[in-house]
């Protein structure tokens, strides 16, 4: 992620607007950055021309590279909101040339100075964060954050499991029949078990409904993405109990990091259905599709304080951490949590 700097960057170096012809020089960047600490491919360059990182970030978001003297790029950063102005994400990358010189810091002080323009349009009197991943390797990026004001709060594991053998036949729980996701179609069943299945540990936004225009979100809608990154048709599944979604699973059959590497996207099965074997069957089902297309390396990851018991389930299954992750979290604006939090 972002890389250490001193508390001043470099007044030789300038921060200026991403434009797509960066593509493939951030990309460079932020592996580079990746090789240093974790030995990873972190970043592509797309079909569409996208910087594809390994954690989605919409292609609206607010993106600055920081170059030298030389026009060389030695840092990138991005901005995305992820929930309703109140909770904003940075993330980018200095390339190892460029530690230590302010580079990192910089990036971040023009993070925190857009979310703190943009947290304006959320409601009045409601506290807004800026948050970041950063993997246990980036101790330098950690430092950083920490000494900005940053804290910690979650912890995430990075499961894998390299399938040696067909996997066992899920047994689905009685009473309920599992069945492929349209991808197309099924978001609106599938929208409420989502929000239900997260609601009680990852936080929901307790405002009421808005009266926000139907096309708030349509900054990203004229941008072309390369969708073959994103969940795959034949790798995502829900099980049903009636005609309710008791929960489901959506995975990703092209990742980042490794071509020959598919990833559980998503697990969430709804409260009232735990702990009856929902999420074992859930996991098993797409095993089965990724052994069944010859995709045997499968990642996940999840929390590794999660009340639900998912590291557990995972190390059940045969998964095994490879990495781990941290969320670090600051105040931008001061107010009222409309966050229902389980920290």
Known sequence: MIGSGLPNMNPQHLLRPYTPADAQAVVAVINADGAATMGVRRALVDGAGNVRLARYVPPASDKVVAVDPAGRLAGY??????EQHIVYEVGGAVHPDYWEQGVGAA????AEQRATALCQQAPPGVKTVLQANLFAAEARAQRLFTQCGYAQARAWLHLQIDLAAPPPAPT????????????????DILGPAMDDAFADHWGVITLPATDAPDDAEAPDEDLPEDESYSNAPGFCFMLLAGDQVAGGVLCNARIVERPDTGRVGSLFVRPQFRRIGAGRALMLTAFQAFWQRDIQRIIADT?????????KLYTELGMRPYHQEFLYEKEIRPGREVRRLHL
Do not use: C, H, K, N
């Open 172 to 187: 689905v729980p009685d009473g309920m029949t599992l069945r492929a996701i349209d991808l197309d179609e099924d978001w």
């Open 107 to 110: 990036l971040l002080g023009w």
């Open 77 to 82: 950063a991005y901005l995305a909101d992820r």
């Open 303 to 311: 929390d590794a304080g999660s009340f639900t018991q998912a590291p």
